[in-house]
Structure formats: structure tokens, C-alpha cells
């Protein structure tokens, strides 16, 4: 399999941020039940700071087992020199497995042309949402976030519209469906609201997500359970698999289950389904 579409095969239901200048809570982070770490570079570490954090993160990423959880790095925007330094210590970390690209517009592919890892941008600005299938479809790109409150200072608008806004987990959600790559949904920022949380995530999942950024322990149990398919949803899926067959062999292509219609798209859910409950989490063989 190819490093891409292994990445694109692995679990993100939840996505957990350390900041880089933080040894404690990156340690903390390599043992915690999260699919996916990112080691921010970007946001969460004072720009007198950032050099600090390149070394530290240089220097544990080596050092901690990471067992089977993806490795990310949230590198600074590509308009920021601080990027260019960030991937230049990326690209020598062989174990580093994806890069985060915050404020995300197109142009990307270049990144993984020269660093050969996978890369998760964010999109987050005005001009990134309109941006986002060009941004998605580029070379490398292996799942899409969204982040809510650069979104409101880019649009000069208020966090509460866009941490609800359909139309913008829809256009992710769109984007990510059509060019095969996962959509994780955004931050929550309350870490003791996990009945918040666990709401946003299903929400979330009602529009095709199939993970969410988390930035607290509290956070990954709900995460995990909320994206892990149900036995409902399981059994479901095989049942789409059945009925669709049983079809095809009678040379239809769209056939009937119970009182619906079911076609192709369903059988590209039932299979997205099936294929996620398949995925080996973290601490599982
Ligand atoms: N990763 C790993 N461990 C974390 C963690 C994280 N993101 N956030 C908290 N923890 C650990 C703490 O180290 C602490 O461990 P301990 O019990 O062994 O001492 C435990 O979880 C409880 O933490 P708590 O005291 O509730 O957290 P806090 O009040 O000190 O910090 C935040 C709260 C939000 C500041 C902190 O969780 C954080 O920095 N999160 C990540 C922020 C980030 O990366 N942002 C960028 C993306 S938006
Ligand atoms: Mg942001």
C-alpha cells in the first residue's frame, strides 16, 4: 500500500493538539488514546517561542513511542517564514506522519512534493471555504479541518454563527466526499462541556465527518465513541451490500430496502461504514 492511501485508510476520530513548546503535555499526548497527535508549531506557542518549540518537538518526536497514533505537525500559514523553517525541520522527522497546514489556500501540493508527507490542511479563512475543493483535490492531501474562530476574525464575524454554520460543514463535508479524503470537524473549546462536545461530534457526523480536533483529554473518549460506527449502523451497511448485490446479479442498479431507494451512493456510505469499524483504534491489535 502507498504511503498515501495508507494514511488515508487510518482512523482520525480523534485528532489531539499539544502545543510544541509544551514537553509535558506532548509526553502526555504519546500515551493517550487519541487516533491522531498534532505538535502545534503554529498558535498555541509565542512567536519569541517558536525556534524553542522546533527544537523540542526535534528532539521527542524521536525520543516517545508513538505506538500506532498518526504524528502530525501544525506548521505556522505558508505566508509566514516561520512555515518554511517548520517544514525544514518536518521533512527530517521520519516519523512524523502528516503536516497540518492552518489558514489552508491552494498551492499545497508543493509541500508534498518536497517533503513527501501527507498533508490535513485547515480551512479557515473566507478565501480558503471558497477555495476548499481546490484545495482538497491537491497532491497529498489525505483529510480536511476546519477551525471556527479564525474563520469568524477572517469573515469579521461572530464565533457562536460559525461553530453551528451547515453551510460550511457542507461544502467541507462536500469536498472531502468527492476527492476521497477524511473530514474532521473543528475545536471545541469548553474541555469540561464533554455533553457539548459529544453533541458538536454528532452533529458533525450527521454531515459525513469522521472525526474531531480535540485539544483535552476529556475530549478523546467522546470523540472515539461518537465515531466509531454503532452496531446498528454496522449491520445496516452489510445489509445495503446484500440487498445491492442481489440487485446487481438481477442487472439493476438501483433496487429497493424496506420503503427506500437504494444505489450506488449508498453502497460508497455502507462501504465507508464497514471500513471504519474495521479500522484497528490505537491500543487495539
Ligand atoms: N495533550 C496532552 N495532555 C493534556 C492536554 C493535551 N492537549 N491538555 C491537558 N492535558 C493533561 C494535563 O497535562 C493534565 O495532566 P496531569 O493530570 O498528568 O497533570 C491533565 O491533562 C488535565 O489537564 P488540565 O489541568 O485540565 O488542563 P489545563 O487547565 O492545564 O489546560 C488547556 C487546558 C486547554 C490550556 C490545555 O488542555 C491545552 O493546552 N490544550 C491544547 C491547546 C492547543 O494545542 N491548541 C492548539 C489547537 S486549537
Ligand atoms: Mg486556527
Known sequence: MSVISDHKSRPRRSQLYAPGNNEKLIVKASKLDADSVVLDLE???P???KEEARRLIGRLVPELDWGKREVCVRINPLNKLDSYRDLL?????DRVD????PKADVGLGSIYN???????PIVETARGLLRVEDIVCEEGVVAVTWGAADMAFSFGGSLDAFSSNAYIRTKIAAAAVTHGVEAIDKVYFDVE???GFAAEAREAKKYGFSGKQVIHPN???PANSVFTPTAEELEWAQRILRVYEEGRRAGRGAVRMDDELVDEVHVRIAKGIIQRANRGAVGED
Do not use: C, F, R, Y
Request: hydrophobic share 45%.
Open 89 to 93: 525541520l518536518v521533512s527530517t522527522l
Open 219 to 221: 475530549q478523546i473518549g
Open 193 to 195: 462541556d464533554t455533553e
Open 114 to 120: 518536497a517533503t513527501g508527507k501527507s498533508l490535513i
Open 43 to 45: 498558535d498555541s506557542v
Open 98 to 101: 502528516s503536516i497540518v497546514v
Open 47 to 49: 512567536a519569541e517561542m
